[in-house]
């Protein structure tokens, strides 16, 4: 098939220990009685109109659906280089860490990608917590005592209040767990690699722990990254507030609100793009077509879409990811405030 247009995703929705049932606020109609952890947008089993696979989309030409910037963020794989997902911790997930590109590339047949990620906090209980890397003077071997011990290693990690509207950046190899009471819009490498290093004690119910992977994690663990809240960067627009929210070789997010009425183009060179509906309608345009969208819908555009914008309906706050260009992120990096 030849995919024109934005093309509306059908997200899986995951059952997790650790879910809830937060995401039908945005939403989501979600099974009843599960605990729904993660809503997973723009996995390559994604399926979008018409009953297709995203996967199968790029498969079909990846040059013209991925554009030369989103191949590049993948090593060349022909796959979706945008994973997006809305995660609810009803409870705090484990303790984890990620491996990047190389270390990845060890794994199986030698196709993984590694996994930075970052979080836009949508929603947050009073008190809630992320836990950012492990605290100063805290070592891999402190580390591996905590998680091969089976003591637990929390009171190892960096806890930091966790504020709606905030960004937090997480490069892999950084030590860390979302806190229960949380919910976040998700940005990451297109990767299925999470080692975990310690599940906080959390049994099924005959019992049994969640498995762990406390070698693997220590190997690609970096005792050094602490990450905190980034502020954003307003960027000039003449309809909207347009902020970017953080800027990496692998994906770009940026928040856009508009009122009524109000309209902005969506340019993103060779790269693909999500726009993700966080409240309000969109009417989302792209190659002579257009799709509405409302809250929680996402649409993916592919790099060689023509005359895309998108038009609120309603008083609307959406995220767009795409992989930005080098000039991007070196513009993210000069407006953050020096360690």
């Not at 627009?237 to 009122?259: D, H, K, M, N, T």
Request: charged share 20%; glycine share 10%.
């Amino acid at each position: 098939m030849t995919a024109k247009g934005p093309l509306v995703v059908s997200p899986r929705l995951d059952a997790k220990p650790w879910g809830g049932r937060r995401l039908e606020a945005f939403g989501f109609g979600l099974p009843p009685d599960q605990a729904i952890g993660e809503a997973v947008v723009t996995a390559p089993d994604a399926v979008v109109e018409g009953g297709v696979q995203l996967s199968q989309i790029v498969g079909e030409r990846p040059e013209a659906a991925l554009g030369e910037r989103g191949l590049a963020a993948t090593g060349e794989k022909v796959t979706f280089p945008l994973l997006v997902k809305l995660i609810d911790a009803n409870e705090d997930l484990s303790i984890q860490v990620h491996p990047d590109d190389a270390a990845a590339a060890r794994e199986g047949d030698g196709q993984s990608l590694g996994k930075t990620e970052a979080w836009w906090v949508l929603d947050a209980d009073p008190g809630s917590a992320l836990y950012l890397g492990l605290r100063p003077g805290v070592t891999l071997d402190d580390l591996a005592t905590a998680s091969r011990g089976g003591t637990g290693a929390a009171h190892l990690m960096r806890r930091v209040s966790a504020q709606p509207n905030t960004l937090v950046f997480l490069p892999a190899g950084t030590v860390h767990a979302l806190g229960a009471g949380v919910l976040v819009y998700e940005i990451q490498q297109p990767s299925a690699i999470t080692y975990r290093l310690d599940d906080w004690g959390r049994v099924d119910a005959a019992g049994r722990p969640r498995q762990l992977h406390v070698e693997q994690g220590l190997a690609v663990a970096d005792a050094s990254s602490r990450p905190e809240p980034i502020p954003p960067v307003t960027l000039p627009s003449a309809s909207g507030r347009r902020q970017l929210l953080v800027a990496c070789p692998y994906f770009a997010l940026e928040r856009i609100a508009l009122v009524a009425g109000e309209e902005v183009g969506l340019v993103a060179a060779e790269s693909p793009q999500t726009v993700t509906c966080l409240q309000g309608t969109v009417q989302v345009t792209a190659d002579g077509r257009t799709v509405a969208l409302q809250a929680g819908q996402t649409a993916v555009l592919l790099a060689d879409a023509a005359g895309t914008a998108m038009r609120a309906d309603s008083p609307t706050v959406a995220l767009r990811a795409w992989v930005p260009a080098e000039s991007t992120i070196r513009m993210m990096a000069d407006r953050q405030p020096s360690a």
